[in-house]
């Protein structure tokens, strides 16, 4: 861990602020100058950026993204981009995931009267069938083929088999591919020094696909990736066009691994009451696994950093307990005591809520509807 969380780390929340626990709180300084950050660190590389909502799924915070100079936003899910586009009037949006089914193209059809819908594909199954239903409608749909540099989730694989099936997707009526995306995710497991090597070999093979697209007489416009541990570099090939991070809005218990965050870039916290306590060294807090979701984190042991308590453990989570655990011979917990717990993953952690309270000055100001969590379809 190469900024290590110490036992000055600071809380967010006052110690006189109220509030009923658990709760998800947001740092507004630490939030607004995330986003801050890296609108400029894409502005500075003459990089579109594109930032994935997955992680706050709040129109809210789309919107601060979008005054900060986003030219658009990323979904997954078409339920998250009707949102974006009804609640949070974003105006461009990506569908970086491989959507398929003929219910969720014509929902994707419909939002075409309201905004720009890019589809990301990587099966000509997906491709035939929107192409289809998009010229029965009279209606010309943009598509980014996906593709795969390291990650091995979906996508085509960089190269000739991106290239083969960008040929196929050109051909399709009703379509326009128009870019290439991919997810560098394989930078989020590497070890921290070989986060940058992976980034811009990813960054590399995007650049040389689309070339080698280019070269086949299709026209695209956009060279896309996204990851927040590999968003300093692979944005910085030159060829790259777009980035798309997401959990850099938030950052969260497993990005201090990457060397370059710490507990002071962590803008979403749980704020948790100590409800019970058997011993000096073990206690429970009102945080369980309908709190804090249950990735593990590679940064600290766990399931969540608590802020200023670096050796304290959360070593068990049930559905509303979270059982901490404090080394022997460290002053225990007391029932009562409010603790802000680092979620290891911020994503479907945020996903778990009804509501986000946001912090100014040590107190909460205001609360956002995370408007489109369940939304998964
Ligand atoms: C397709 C896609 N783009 C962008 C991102 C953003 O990556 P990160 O969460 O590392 O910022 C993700 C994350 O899962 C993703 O799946």
């Not at 979008?66 to 949006?93: P, Y």
């Not at 696909?209 to 280019?214: D, F, L, P, Q, V």
Request: with cysteine; glycine share 8%; proline share 5%.
């Amino acid at each position: 861990m190469a900024v290590p969380a110490t036992a000055t780390d600071r809380t967010i929340l006052a110690p006189d602020a109220t509030i009923e626990t658990p709760a998800l709180i947001v740092s507004e300084e630490i939030l607004h100058r995330n986003i801050a950050e890296m609108a400029s660190f894409a502005r500075s590389h003459d990089v579109n950026l594109r930032p994935h909502m997955k992680t706050h799924k709040t129109p809210q915070i789309a919107r601060l993204q979008l005054q900060a100079g986003a030219i658009g936003i990323t979904c997954a899910k078409v339920g998250e981009a009707e949102v974006m586009i009804d609640q949070a009037g974003v105006e461009d949006v990506l569908l970086a995931y491989p959507t398929v089914g003929e219910s969720k193209f014509r929902r994707i059809l419909a939002l075409l009267d309201r905004a720009r819908v890019v589809v990301g594909v990587d099966s000509i199954e997906a491709t035939e069938a929107l192409g289809r239903l998009a010229t029965q409608q009279d209606r010309t749909v943009d598509v980014f083929i996906e593709v795969d540099t390291g990650h091995h989730r979906s996508g085509v694989p960089a190269g000739e088999p991106a290239v083969a099936f960008a040929q196929q997707v050109a051909r399709q009526r009703g379509l326009r591919l128009c870019g290439v995306f991919t997810h560098e995710g394989q930078a989020n497991s590497a070890p921290a020094d070989e986060i940058e090597g992976i980034a811009l070999a990813a960054g590399r093979a995007m650049v040389e696909t689309a070339e080698a697209i280019r070269n086949r007489g299709i026209e695209l416009e956009t060279v896309s990736v996204g990851s927040t541990p590999a968003a300093l570099y692979t944005p910085t090939v030159p060829g790259i066009t777009e980035m798309r991070p997401g959990t850099y809005v938030f950052n969260d218990n497993s990005a201090f691994r990457f060397g370059r965050l710490g507990v002071g870039d962590c803008a979403a916290r749980f704020a948790a009451t100590v409800v019970s306590r058997t011993s000096a060294s073990h206690c429970i807090v009102d945080t369980g696994s309908k709190s804090l979701a249950m990735d593990p984190s590679k940064a600290h042991p766990g399931h969540g950093y608590i802020v200023g308590h670096p050796d304290a453990t959360i070593v068990k989570l049930s559905e509303e307990h979270g059982e901490v655990q404090i080394p022997d011979g460290e002053a225990g917990f007391a029932i009562g005591d409010r603790l802000e717990i680092i979620p290891n993953h911020i994503c479907p952690t945020v996903n778990l809520m009804d509501e986000m309270f946001l912090v100014r000055d040590g107190h909460v100001v205001d609360s956002w509807k995370i408007a489109a969590r369940g939304k998964v379809r």
